[in-house]
């Protein structure tokens, strides 16, 4: 049995605690928050502990640590947790500074338990299942991919003055997807941001509505789409042109029930948010985890995919302030 010990109680905290506690080889054995009350309330839900966060890293009988604390504490976390001989997963990013995320993964390249990053999309099955298909040579050499990622509403603008931005926050999922996709990070990108959703991100220096190209080396070529708002939902799609055909994935609606009428034809709305979307990504990302930390499989997603994903972030960034495409750096 896994003995797990939390860091962090909040939202995806809570998903997390559900899903160790859920899989039959893990166990919760220990929570830490910074607000007391988050730790007590899930920690009670689940028979866990209390503890503090540098308790829980220096407690022999726990074998893995779960970091879902704020993102500038994720670097100390791991590299803390590395050194006392603990299996990690972590949130992304490893941190907003690149040259810190590149710190940590220094640090960390010779630990002896495996250390993972928590790019969750990458478990879903549908997204999942379009890899394989990729991977099996149906639609030929890969040329052109294009990824939607609408959220339904912005985040309110104290959680964008802390979040590192669009493309450190939200968008990097879908860096990291293109990256998984291809099998390879792309030279440079190009990207153009406009504040439309919300006025106060805009004033905070942030963009809610961004388009991001990024070039390979041999040519093939991703589009990110994003946007903070989805008046219908969250919207979720994948689009894979190849050299013999085309793969797609699309959105999770809240019911498959359709009604037809004289009127017309309409449907459900796209499952609401991350949380509902993605909660099956998040039960199989935990178990690819476990197999992990057991030496039953390699770690599916790397530090150095934490790091990649960052870089082509920052140089996003960096494009929509010159205008102009910037060289990735990894």
């Known amino acids: 049995m896994l003995r797990v010990g939390l860091l962090g109680a909040g939202r995806i905290g809570q998903v997390h605690a559900k899903n160790i506690h859920l899989d039959p080889r ?37 074998d893995a640590v779960l ?13 803390k947790a590395v050194a006392a001989g603990k299996a990690v997963l972590c949130e992304k990013p490893i941190d907003l500074s690149l040259a810190r995320a590149l710190a940590c993964q220094a640090a960390t390249r010779d630990a002896k338990r495996p250390v993972m990053l ?25 040329e052109l991919l294009a990824v939607t990622s609408f959220d339904p ?5 104290s959680y964008v003055k ?53 070039y390979f080396a041999d040519g093939r070529i991703a589009v990110i789409k994003n946007s903070r708002r989805a008046a219908y939902g969250y919207d979720q799609r994948i689009e894979l042109l190849g050299s013999d055909g085309l793969l797609s994935v699309g959105n999770v609606n809240e019911t498959t029930v359709s009604r037809a009428s004289a ?19 998040y039960v199989a990302e935990w178990a690819s985890f476990v197999a992990a930390a057991f030496g039953e499989a390699e770690v ?31």
């Open 263 to 281: 009127a017309g034809v309409t449907g459900a709305k796209p499952e609401h948010f991350f949380l509902e979307r993605y909660a099956r990504a």
């Open 67 to 79: 970091i879902a604390s704020p993102t500038d504490t994720h670097a100390d976390l791991i590299e």
């Open 26 to 62: 893990s166990t919760l054995a220990a929570v830490s928050d910074f607000l007391p009350e988050a730790a007590n309330a899930l920690a009670g839900r689940y028979d866990a502990a209390v503890r503090s966060t540098d308790e829980i890293i220096a407690d022999d009988a726990i």
């Open 162 to 214: 802390v979040s590192g931005g669009l493309f450190r926050d939200m968008a990097i999922h879908d860096f990291d997807i293109a990256c998984w996709l291809f099998g390879a990070v792309p030279e440079r990108v190009s990207a153009m941001g406009s504040s439309l959703v919300d006025p106060e991100i805009g004033a905070l220096g942030d963009v809610d509505t961004a388009v991001t190209t990024l």
């Open 300 to 330: 599916p997603v790397s530090v150095a995919d934490g790091v990649n994903a960052l870089a082509i972030a920052e140089a996003a960034t960096a494009s929509v302030k010159s205008g102009a495409a910037v060289e990735v750096s990894v």
């Open 118 to 142: 928590g790019f969750n999309r990458r478990f879903d099955p549908n997204f999942a299942a379009l890899k394989a298909a990729f991977g099996a040579g149906e639609i030929g050499k890969g």
């Open 153 to 157: 509403a912005p985040p309110p603008p």
